[in-house]
């Protein structure tokens, strides 16, 4: 009912579903070719968060692409290096 009201919100969230569904993916070439096609569809919507999200992709897509070799972030070597320079303050 309340995307039948607002029906930008519900392109919005729609499209924003698409995005998330990326990260299910088990491969860095089948998530690269997802990636890809999200930011083919991004051109054609008409909203501007949208395109500075697909523009962030183009700078990060290593990065990005490197979280589905093993399925890991760089949150917790960063976390441990931060540990490692508290250490070494000491």
Do not use: D
Request: proline fraction near 1%; charge should be positive; aromatic fraction near 12%.
């Amino acid at each position: 009912m309340l995307f039948e009201r607002y029906p930008l919100l519900h392109k919005k969230h729609k499209h924003t579903l698409e995005f998330s569904n990326i990260y299910e993916q088990t491969t860095k070439q089948l998530a690269r070719r997802m990636i890809l096609e999200w930011k083919e569809k991004t051109k054609n919507i008409e909203i501007k968060e949208f395109h500075t999200a697909a523009n962030s992709l183009n700078y990060n897509m290593e990065k990005i692409l490197n979280f589905f070799t093993n399925r890991s972030i760089t949150a917790n070597a960063e976390s441990f290096n931060a540990k490692i320079k508290l250490f070494r303050e000491i």
